[in-house]
C-alpha cells in the first residue's frame, strides 16, 4: 500500500510476545553487561526516539544528539525506529537508557517505568488528539464519519489510536466495525498525507504534530480540517525503567532536558521542537489515557 500502510487488525496493547521474545533471546547477554557499563563514563547514552517525532529531519536529530552530549559529558547515541513497539521493546527490555515514547504504552508498562521528563508545549504538558478529515468533508462530528475510511497512526499510539478507538468503546463500538476500512500509516505526518490525498476520508492525529505542521508547511495540511479535538491529556514523555532510573547517566539526561531552555544549544533544539521546555511531571498526568485504555480493553 502507499506510504508503507498497514492494513487494520485489532492490535494487543504492545505485544508481550515481543517484549518477551526479546527477554527470552538475549536478556542473558545484555543483562550482566548493563550493570558493569553503568560504572563506565565513555560509553554511549541511548536514547530511544518513536515517531512521536515529528519527522526524522537530520538537523534536529544532530542538534539534540549535540545539545545532549555537551549536558551530560557523555557520547549519546539516538536509536530509532519505525513503531512504537519496537522502541518499548527495546527500552523494558533494558536495551535503552530512556525514550522518547507515548503515553499509551508508559500506561501500559507503568509498573516497569518511571517519568524522565514531559515536553512542554503552549505552556503545558499536555496536547490533543485530533479528528480529521478532507476540506471537502462536511462531517460535524465522529457519527458522521461512520462507513468511511479510517487512518490510524500506529496501533500503540494514544493520539493516533486510542483516543478514537476509547471515544467509540463508549458506545460500544470498535474501530474495524464503526469505519469502512481503518489502516495504519506508522507515522502521524502519514496520517495527514493519507487523509489530504484522500486515501483515507479520516484519521486520527496527534494535534501537537497536526499544529506544528500547519505552522511549517501549511500545503500538508491546507486539504484537511479538524472534526474534533479530545480533551487535553499528558503529551508523550521520556521514560526509563525504574531499575535504570537511579542512574548517573539516566538522572544526567533528565537533568539535560529539564535544564534544555537554560542554554543557546537547547534552545535551538526547542525550536526545531517547536516545544517550550521539558519538566518533572508525576505519573498522575497520564491517568485519563490509563482510564482510555482500561475502557477499550473492557470491551475487547
Known sequence: MPYGFAPFSPPPLLSRRAILGIFGSG??????????????????????LTPVFLNNDLELLAALKTYLELSVGQPVKLVLRRTYEEITSLLVSGQLDAAWICGYPFVAFRNQLELVAVPVWRGKPLYQSYIIAGTGNAAASIAELRGGAHAFSDPNSNSG??????????????????????????GHRNVV?????????????????WEVMTAVEPAMTANTRVVRKSEWLGFPPIATTR????????QALRRGFVRMAESAEGQRVLKLLHLDGFAEEPPALFDAISAKADLVKRLG
Do not use: C, H, K
Not at 498525507?193 to 504534530?209: E, F, N, P
Not at 531499575?243 to 539516566?250: D, K, N
Open 243 to 250: 531499575t535504570a532510573m537511579a542512574r548517573g547517566e539516566v
Open 27 to 48: 536478556f542473558a547477554t545484555f543483562a550482566a553487561p548493563q550493570n558493569a557499563r553503568a560504572q563506565d563514563a565513555s560509553r554511549d547514552i541511548t536514547l530511544g
Open 193 to 209: 498525507r493519507a487523509v489530504a490525498s484522500g486515501l483515507a476520508d479520516s484519521g486520527s492525529v496527534d494535534g501537537y504534530v
Open 161 to 186: 489510536y486510542l483516543v478514537t478507538a476509547a471515544l467509540l468503546a463508549e458506545q460500544g463500538a470498535r474501530p474495524e466495525g464503526f469505519f469502512g476500512r481503518v489502516f495504519f500509516t506508522y
